[in-house]
């Protein structure tokens, strides 16, 4: 949601910030603001802009406000559209006090109408505006005091980074259902969203835990409780290095992270896989007698990540033959789920820190089901939450639009069906061996795709100006196609539909003519004939196709259809070099449409609100 980043130290407060924040607007771009307090002046200069970061770095490029502490934001809407007014930090009566904030305050109209009844004056539409307020209310000579009272007070969720001129020398941060981390460098401490933020200046990250605060000073961070119980930091090493956190010499984060693919796949392979097909999985947990106690399995995730949590369900259920179901984490959590210890429930996220996710795995687990968590954040909420943690090992996504996490999430699913199949004996030793062997050939399938992103370009540039498109796919596939269509919706705004291709003709076919494009993966596999038919049901009714189909393939010779040949791999891997073609379609599409691929309209990378 928001990007929040805070300073303290004994550089310039301001250029760090303003870096940072580039670093972080993927995760709301509505509007920007900074507040950088002048010790030695002792001025507090807010500047903000109704835009992007892009925007607030030109104003503040012509006047640097001087000091060596501060704050940033950058926004996504929640409560109050995206206005100046509405730009965060938000400040008390007085402008003594500041606060940035990720979240959402439920009981801000409560809080708002008793402080306004104490004649407190509010000036936006936030929710986020009566912190500042509270805050002022309840200072009565110890800032810490009055922030955790104020915090008390507040409901729903935040992540937020306070400063008050009443005690200059200190930062705080809080977090309550939603992300924040301390990085931890020489003489200088930085309070941001996530780790992207902070990893040019330091790889030592203090995780602050829910409902936790920080208070930093020049002697360092003192973290507590809400009940002021001091707490003992836990600090981590991260492994992300800054040049993942850039662009690289591509167009577009979306672009490089697409083309890094092939290795999101051996990353999240590498040391995992014996070549007689055993796998390890570092933070995993769970000792075997435990796993023999799985009885089934659910899966939760949104967006991107729950296609890739079906695709788990075709997965797992095939190699350890354990009934799996799939749900929307936002679904999930509301309908009093059958659960209970036997139930192994996995949550798939990129960020670890999606709202609906992460309230779900929470109810499972006061529901006794064991969780597992497959993330790409180290030490992210669901990774702290959960019984065990499966990482991606990715490297930061920047690009709004999930790519190559979506295919570390596919690859962690695959060895999660094999560890699981092991402890079963479920895996006949000749299917281990050889999907062992497919698994580490996988890098160079995707990256022949990748290396054919010409031919998907053209192909863009055909059908960049239809404004409706049907994905189909049958088997292992499906969750191919769905996630087809959620990328091309995502980054060109163009309507897309996913569907199984065998469903076509029972209601979806109506809606084809020689305006509606389909897009088939009719790549090698059993059902194969059957799509081939389904393209001819689509052909008859004048809908021009595009396919995919495997090298070598003559399958569609005879059809009017364009076709993009990828490598053979298995029908059980292919879903990998299936949606990597896919991706590289919509990423062309969007480029062709002119849209800004990174940063799409209306969404942001991590949805820490339900
Ligand atoms: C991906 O392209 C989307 N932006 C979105 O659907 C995303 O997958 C979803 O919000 C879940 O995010 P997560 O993986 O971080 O939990």
């Not at 915090?151 to 930062?171: C, E, K």
């Not at 796993?291 to 899966?299: A, E, F, P, S």
Request: glycine share 8%; net charge negative.
């Amino acid at each position: 949601m928001c990007g929040i980043i805070g300073y303290l130290g004994e550089r310039s407060a301001a250029p760090i910030i303003m870096d940072s924040l580039k670093r972080l607007e993927y995760r709301g771009y509505d509007s920007a603001g900074v507040a950088i307090f002048d010790q030695d002046a002792g001025d507090l200069s807010v500047v903000k802009s109704a835009s992007k970061v892009d925007t607030l770095v030109e104003r503040l490029t012509e006047e640097m406000p001087a000091g060596r502490v501060g704050m940033g934001h950058t926004r996504w809407a929640t409560h109050g559209r995206p206005t100046l007014i509405n730009a965060h930090p938000h400040s008390d009566c007085t402008n003594k006090v500041v606060v940035i904030h990720n979240g959402i305050i439920e009981n801000f109209a409560e809080l708002r109408r008793e402080l306004q009844a104490k004649r407190h004056v509010f000036v936006s539409e936030t929710d986020t505006e009566v912190v500042p307020h509270l805050i002022e209310e309840n200072f009565k000579g110890d800032l810490v005091t009055a922030v955790r009272e104020s915090l008390r007070r507040l409901r729903g969720a935040y992540a937020m980074v306070i400063f008050s001129q009443h005690d200059p020398d200190l930062l705080i941060g809080a977090r309550l259902n939603a992300p924040l981390v301390v990085g931890v460098g020489e003489k200088e401490w930085f309070i941001a969203s996530d780790i992207t933020a902070v990893i040019p200046y330091t790889k030592k990250v203090l995780l602050l835990g829910e409902g936790e605060m920080v208070a930093i000073s020049s002697l360092g961070p003192q973290v507590s409780s809400m009940d002021g119980a001091s707490v003992k930091p836990k600090i981590i090493d991260v492994k992300w290095d800054i040049s993942q956190a850039q662009k690289g010499g591509y167009p577009h984060f979306m672009a490089k992270e697409i083309n890094e693919s092939a290795d999101a796949v051996s990353n999240a392979l590498r040391g995992r896989l014996a070549d007689d097909g055993e796998v390890t999985l570092e933070e995993f947990g769970f000792t075997d007698r435990q796993l023999l106690k799985v009885r089934d399995i659910k899966m939760v995730a949104a967006g991107t990540s729950f296609y890739a949590a079906l695709l788990g369900k075709y997965i797992i259920e095939d190699l350890a033959r354990i009934p799996v179901e799939v749900e929307p984490a936002s679904e999930f959590r509301y309908r009093q789920p059958i659960i209970d210890q036997d139930t192994l429930v996995v949550g798939i996220s990129q960020s670890g820190e999606t709202a609906d996710t992460l309230a779900a795995i929470r109810e499972a687990r006061r529901l006794k089901a064991k969780v597992v968590s497959v993330t790409n954040v180290v030490g992210s909420s669901m990774a702290l939450e959960s019984d065990g943690v499966v990482y991606l090992h990715s490297g930061p996504e920047i690009g709004v639009a999930s790519s190559k996490t979506f295919i570390a999430h596919i690859t962690c699913l695959y060895l999660l069906g094999i560890r699981l199949a092991a402890v079963r004996h479920r895996l006949d030793p000749t299917r281990l061996k050889q999907l062992t062997a497919e698994l580490k050939a996988l890098p160079a399938a995707v990256q022949k795709v990748l290396d054919r992103a010409e031919v998907l370009q053209k192909l863009a540039r055909k059908y960049a100006g239809y404004r409706n498109f049907m994905y189909i796919g049958r088997g292992i596939n499906y969750p191919i196609a769905l996630e087809g269509a959620l990328k091309l919706k995502e980054i060109s705004y163009l309507h897309a539909e996913g569907y199984a291709a065998g469903e076509l003709k029972h209601g979806p076919i109506a809606l084809l003519d020689k305006n509606f494009p389909v897009f088939a993966i009719a790549t090698q596999g059993a059902t194969l004939e059957k799509m081939v038919s389904n393209i001819q049901e689509v052909i008859a009714r004048d809908a021009p196709v595009a396919a995919l189909v495997t090298d070598g393939d003559h399958v569609l010779d005879e059809v009017a259809a364009d076709r993009v040949e990828v490598p053979a791999v298995s029908e059980f891997l292919s879903p990998i070099p299936n949606v990597v073609a896919l991706q590289l379609f919509a990423y062309f599409v969007a480029c062709e449409r002119g849209c800004n691929v990174d940063q799409p309209r209306n969404l942001a990378k991590s949805v820490t609100v339900e």
